[in-house]
């Protein structure tokens, strides 16, 4: 079965950091992009970041640019996203998410984990 | 960065009736467009990829259509477990941008 799960969210104070991590079961990790898409309490879907399968090419949204790191260790089928100089804004639902093919690093969603809460507050 | 509207908000019906759901873009995007369902405390489920093919273990009651700026979601005949949140979604291009959502409630 095709399954991610998201774990290291939290309660984080502003300007503090956080590292999410996304184990990868069920599929071949490496052949396929991989995004983390965060959604505020109430709010809708934002991508913040993604990643080629080779780890080649990365993306970022312009909120969290310069202040998040995605990364994957394909050696171990796990995604990560460092965050730095973390904001209130940043407090949502962390979601990682699978590409639906092999060829492009932006691509459809076809598999997301449950997600992991990150809480930014004093 | 492409803008991708949803229309409308809010749709009240009831079961067994149709949904009709829009999503423009602000440029073309040709195909490249998807729609999730979600619903509360879940993850998105995709629907539909590339504008038209229904994902794996999708009932045939879902229906993506469209092309360029111009994108619909028919759902025909709703059941009850599809009164959700729903949400288009482009790619192929950066930033990947989503829609901000219709919910479809039991009128």
């Known amino acids: 079965e095709v399954q991610l799960l998201e774990s290291g969210g939290g309660l984080v104070q502003p300007g503090g950091s956080l590292r999410l991590s996304c184990a990868a079961s069920?599929?071949?990790?490496?052949?396929?992009?991989m995004s983390w898409v965060r959604q505020a309490p109430g709010k809708g879907l934002e991508c913040v970041s993604s990643?080629?399968?080779?780890?080649?090419?990365?993306y970022y949204a312009d909120s969290v640019k310069g202040r998040f790191t995605i990364s994957r260790d394909n050696s171990k089928n796990t995604l990560y996203l460092q965050m730095n100089n973390l904001r209130a804004e940043d407090t949502a639902f962390y979601y990682c998410?699978?590409?639906?093919?092999?060829?492009?690093?932006?691509?459809?969603?076809?598999?997301w984990g449950r997600g992991t809460m990150v809480t930014v507050s004093s | 960065e492409i803008v991708l509207t949803q229309s409308p908000a809010t749709l009240s019906l009831s079961p067994g009736e149709r949904a009709t759901l829009s999503c423009w873009a602000s440029?073309?995007?040709?195909?490249?467009l998807a729609w999730y369902q979600q619903k509360p405390g879940q993850a998105p489920r995709l629907l539909i990829y590339?504008?038209?093919n229904r994902a794996t273990g999708i009932p045939a009651r879902f229906t993506g259509s469209g092309s360029g700026t111009d994108f619909t979601l028919t759902i025909s005949g709703l059941e009850p477990e599809d009164f959700a949140v729903y949400y288009c979604?482009?790619?192929?291009?950066?930033?990947?941008?989503f829609g901000g959502g219709t919910k479809v409630e039991i009128k």
């Open positions: 440029q073309s995007v040709n195909s490249n």
């Open positions: 069920g599929f071949i990790f490496s052949n396929y992009a």
């Open positions: 590339d504008a038209s």
């Open positions: 990643i080629s399968g080779s780890a080649a090419s990365t």
């Open positions: 998410a699978k590409t639906n093919g092999v060829v492009y690093v932006a691509d459809a969603f076809d598999i």
């Open positions: 979604h482009l790619y192929r291009r950066w930033p990947i941008t």
